[in-house]
T-cell receptor, first 110, second 115 residues
Framework: GQNIDQPTEMTATEGAIVQINCTYQ??????LFWYQQHAGEAPTFLSY????GLEEKGRFSSFLSRSKGYSYLLLKELQMKDSASYLC???????????FGPGTRLSVLP | DGGITQSPKYLFRKEGQNVTLSCEQN?????MYWYRQDPGQGLRLIYY???????QKGDIAEGYSVSREKKESFPLTVTSAQKNPTAFYLC??????????????FGPGTRLTVL
């Protein structure tokens, strides 16, 4: 995914907290996006960070450090329905202006 | 309701035939994209268009063609030159390059199977 790295798979327990990390190339950066994709379905938008810090949306939060080229998605109070792939994507100021990482497959176990 | 539509949801084709996948959006977005996804894999960019009458190749454009004659529409043709066309195809749109809050919105996808 053009220098966007995420762990391939993660496993967590229902009710727990999980953090999914993403590192990316910083040149031409214009925003960091997280998407959720259930098997066989289209990705759905979760969050957007363009400034450093934490953005919170209910059980999901996303963090960005522009200087480090680093983001994470934090999922709290995990539910079985959170089992999905989570895609990190970088916005660019040029070219195709959007690059997806390979995705992290999260399995939530009872 | 604003959104992106793709049709058909499932498509079967015989080997050697060309097939066109439809993608329409009424979000007034400038940019549109086509991705391919194979089982258990990430999204791979086929073609993208930042403006009407202009489009660019993505990472895996060989065997595919597109057109962008209208802002709302970005059809993808899978040609017989595509060696392994069976996949899940996703269309997306966004406000366009350099704009803020530039998230991509996805259509429901078309699952193409070559028999």
């Amino acid at each position: 995914g053009q220098n966007i790295d995420q762990p391939t798979e993660m496993t967590a327990t229902e009710g727990a907290i999980v953090q999914i990390n993403c590192t990316y190339q910083t040149s031409g950066f214009n925003g960091l996006f997280w998407y959720q994709q259930h098997a066989g379905e289209a990705p759905t938008f979760l969050s957007y960070n363009v400034l450093d810090g934490l953005e919170e949306k209910g059980r999901f939060s996303s963090f960005l450090s522009r200087s480090k080229g680093y983001s994470y998605l934090l999922l709290k109070e995990l539910q079985m329905k959170d089992s999905a792939s989570y895609l990190c994507a970088r916005g660019d100021n040029y070219g195709q202006n959007f690059v997806f990482g390979p995705g992290t497959r999260l399995s939530v176990l009872p | 309701d604003g959104g992106i539509t793709q049709s058909p949801k499932y498509l079967f084709r015989k080997e050697g035939q060309n097939v066109t996948l439809s993608c329409e959006q009424n979000l007034n977005h400038d940019a549109m994209y086509w991705y391919r996804q194979d089982p258990g894999q990430g999204l791979r960019l086929i073609y993208y268009s930042q403006i009407v009458n202009d489009f660019q190749k993505g990472d895996i454009a060989e065997g595919y063609s597109v057109s962008r004659e209208k802002k709302e529409s970005f059809p993808l043709t899978v040609t017989s030159a595509q060696k392994n066309p069976t996949a899940f195809y996703l269309c997306a749109s966004s406000r366009g390059a350099g704009k803020s809050y530039n998230e991509q919105f996805f259509g429901p996808g078309t699952r193409l199977t070559v028999l």
